[in-house]
């Protein structure tokens, strides 16, 4: 008898006699689990009030020295942020691929990667508000950012981290979107009181998603950062 069929009969009898019962069919690969984090902001950002209110508890000290900071991973080098892009959710699809199913649509994905590696998409850029085109033969023009930057993680407490925790920040999708080529590489490793986001639309939002990380992760702020931080939010 097919296996429809069969789930038809049970859901009658089930029915007839009253009881419950729950089952679970194979329906395809599962999707990448970036996918909860839909909208402009990572899911689980606070919102600007309780934004604010993290801000007020963040410690407020000066960057210290990126002596022992190391980013390559190539052969012969150092890396204290671990690999790039490790599968660290354990899902089958790297973060990277899973914060580009998160934050561009119109997604179109290889055949044999378990619906994983994404090839094609439209990205509306967070920090231009700009429409970008995703294809994977030019993937570099759509880099994945680490709002928080890892260099300033490093100068504001992450360099007292174990190399586990290091790499889990690295790959928090909390902490990850896709932006353009050019904003990726204006922004670089610099702070809010550094670098703001060029459609000022997005301010208050890249101040909470800041906010955040850092309260999150226990990282500091400079009395510089703090006022950024503080202006940004005032615009939300």
């Known amino acids: 008898m097919p296996r429809s069929a069969v789930v038809v009969l049970l859901a009658v ?16 690969p599962p999707e990448p689990a ?15 009030v309780a934004a604010s209110t993290a801000l007020a508890a963040l410690p407020v000290a000066e960057k210290t020295a990126l002596d022992g900071y190391e980013r390559g991973c190539g052969e012969g080098e150092g890396c204290v942020f671990g690999p790039a892009w490790s599968d660290v959710d354990r899902n089958g699809c790297d973060q990277r691929n899973d914060v580009l199913h998160r934050d561009l649509t119109d ?31 030019d993937a570099a023009q759509v880099p994945v950012d680490h709002v928080v930057p890892l260099a300033a993680a490093w100068v504001q407490g992450a360099d007292a981290w174990s190399d586990a925790q290091r790499e889990v920040f690295a790959n928090d999708l909390g902490n990850l979107l896709a932006t353009t080529r050019a904003e990726n590489s204006s922004k670089g490793d610099s702070t809010a009181d550094e670098w703001v986001p060029p459609d000022p639309a997005y301010g208050c939002s890249y101040a909470t998603v800041v906010i955040t990380v850092k309260s999150t992760y226990a990282l500091s702020v400079t009395p510089a950062e703090w006022d950024a931080l503080r202006s940004l939010l005032a615009t939300c």
């Not at 029915?15 to 019962?21: M, P, Q, S, V, Y």
């Not at 996918?35 to 919102?47: K, Y």
């Open 13 to 28: 009898l089930l029915a007839l006699t009253g009881c419950e019962f729950e089952w679970e069919i194979e329906s395809g």
């Open 34 to 48: 970036a996918s909860v984090g839909q909208g402009d902001v990572p899911a689980g950002t606070l919102d600007p």
């Open 107 to 137: 997604i179109e994905v290889r055949e044999g990667t378990r619906g994983c590696v994404v090839i094609a998409g439209l990205l509306e850029d967070p920090y231009t508000g700009q429409p970008v085109v995703f294809e994977k033969a």
